[in-house]
């Protein structure tokens, strides 16, 4: 990520974690959190591509990462076929998770 630093072009990181290939809790590792870090410390943001149910782990990533800014993708993939419990629940995670003051929300 250093090559990009003070890119005109390279803003930010993407990095899909919702893929059924990326096990629960990726986001808490030591290394992946170092990894974000270093994107603040260099100017970078970072998207988070993420499952609903993850929303908890994530919200600990991003106190993590004060100086990093965050983008939060597709409204936390909030689906249509969520039970009212996942929903709800859904809810509570979007309200505390937009308390952070280094999120931005992409549709």
Known sequence: AGQFKGSKYVKGIRQVLQADSTPPGTCLKPEFVKGVRLLGDLGLSFDLCIRPKEL????KLIDQCPDTR???????????????????RWKKDMTEIARRKNLVGKV
């Open 56 to 59: 908890p782990d994530f919200i």
């Open 70 to 88: 965050f983008i939060l993708d597709h409204c936390g993939n909030a689906k249509l076929t969520h039970t009212p419990a996942e929903r709800d």
